[in-house]
């Protein structure tokens, strides 16, 4: 298996780029075979999440081209099917995306529940309740979504009961397509919620009011191609910027949208931290101790769920005691055992974690639970004393690109290697 190690308690110093981002991508590549025709792709992360969402696209009878490490072409003129693969499908949890998508080209669509990160059930009601009400017939059956709109989707007005990213995202690609005028209530409002709705526009559909509690839809009868440039990763810059004050760093994160990421840049002031704020980067400096803070995460515009686990990294370094309460998922907190292993000394109830700052952690050897746990675990190695190692790191990969070059390039000491795989629990 392959792990990371990493030499910490080495000062963060100098600059990082951040990529595109990876939540807008897994929801834009899927919405291009809307088109039915060839729409180039730029700004795209180097992740497997990217990968298998292209691979799962060519199955389908698409042409998927790679331009250049950020940028793919997509041509869906000769796509034709409308059944995904568990096997592809198991990899990641944005492959429901293509329920919407497959929806929208065909008035069908068969495709496996998601796999990627578990934090407990996750429930697509919301989706399913917004397909029926563009007239789909809903069927599951050994794990298969299985949907059929044998006289084509019909506009609708739909309330969401919970604010739902993914319900949002399928109900926007089910509906572009669709006869009439459809009025979505209670959306999402993230960053990649915009681009997907601007990246649909560049395509000829009308979506209006994207970022808003209300997104309205007017159906379109036919798309097009496209040139698209995907927003910087919010996720991936924040996870910098606290490596940055974990490690007692001074970093600068280019290629970023500061405004996306002021509920991030708050928290480490309030924490102490010095934040410099320019067009489109993002400095962050960290002279003195670390203060304790509180975190509720919620949906945009609050503090992001995926930014949880690496704000606990930091949090285990604070003075004081500190708290998450996680709003979104019931349980996001499966990586606290694994920081424990550098010394943090962590509580959970429920949905609140409490954190008792220590002076510092210690190089140890853990595994990342999952994609943003795994970043978490990243931070806190770099900021420990010694050698640390962390395994499952394909959890990391598929939400980061060029990791260890990116982290080498400002200081730190990882490197990536291969061991051999631990011996079978079932053996004696």
Excluded at 297 to 320: E, I, K, N, R
Aim: aromatic fraction near 6%; charge should be negative; include cysteine.
């Amino acid at each position: 298996m392959d792990i990371f190690v990493v030499e910490g308690g080495k000062r963060l110093e100098g600059s990082i780029t951040v990529g595109g981002a990876k939540n807008a991508a897994v929801a834009i590549i899927p919405a291009a075979i809307l088109s039915g025709d060839i729409c180039r792709i730029e700004n795209l992360p180097t992740i497997s999440d990217v990968s298998v969402i292209s691979q799962i696209l060519v199955q389908l009878g698409a042409k998927v081209t790679q331009i250049s490490n950020s940028v793919i072409e997509i041509d869906s003129r000769n796509l034709t099917g409308f059944q995904v693969s568990q096997e592809l499908a198991k990899n990641m949890r944005a492959s429901y995306y293509l329920l919407g998508a497959l929806l929208g080209r065909f008035n069908r669509a068969r495709v496996p529940m998601p796999g990627g990160c578990y934090f407990g059930v996750r429930p697509i009601d919301q989706h399913l309740k917004g397909f029926e009400a563009l007239g789909a017939d809903v069927g599951l059956r050994d794990g298969v979504v299985s949907l059929n709109a044998p006289n084509g989707l019909k506009a609708n007005h739909i309330f969401m009961d919970v604010v739902s990213v993914g319900a949002t995202i399928n109900v926007m690609l089910a509906s572009v397509k669709a006869e009439g005028l459809t009025i979505i209530e209670n959306v999402a409002k993230e960053p990649h919620i915009v681009d997907l709705a601007n990246f649909l526009n560049s395509m000829g559909a009308d979506v209006r009011g994207a970022g808003t509690d209300v997104i309205k839809i007017r159906g379109v009868k036919e798309l097009h191609g496209t040139t698209y440039s995907i927003i910087p990763d919010q996720i991936e810059a924040g996870t910098y910027m606290l490596a940055a004050a974990a490690t007692g760093g001074d970093v600068t994160v280019n290629n970023i949208i500061p405004k996306h990421m002021e509920c991030i840049s708050k928290k480490l002031v309030e924490m102490g931290v010095s934040v410099y704020e320019y067009d489109d980067s993002i400095r962050i400096i960290r002279d003195g101790g670390l203060k304790a803070c509180s975190v509720i995460t919620m949906p945009h515009p609050g503090f992001p769920t995926d930014m949880q686990p690496q704000m606990a990294a930091v949090m285990a370094l604070a003075s004081g005691t500190s708290s998450i309460t996680e709003g979104v998922w019931e349980n996001r907190f499966q990586y606290i055992a694994e920081l424990v292993k550098f010394g943090a000394k962590a509580d959970v109830h429920g949905r609140v974690a409490t954190f008792s700052g220590v002076e510092q952690l210690n190089g140890a050897s853990v595994k990342a639970t999952d994609l943003r746990g795994g970043a978490a675990m990243v931070i806190a190695a770099l900021a420990a004393q010694g050698e640390s190692s962390i395994r499952e790191i394909f959890h990391i990969e598929r939400g980061y690109e060029q990791l260890i070059d990116k982290l080498v390039g400002v200081g730190a000491s990882i490197t990536r290697k291969t061991v051999p795989d631990p011996p079978d629990k079932d053996e004696k």
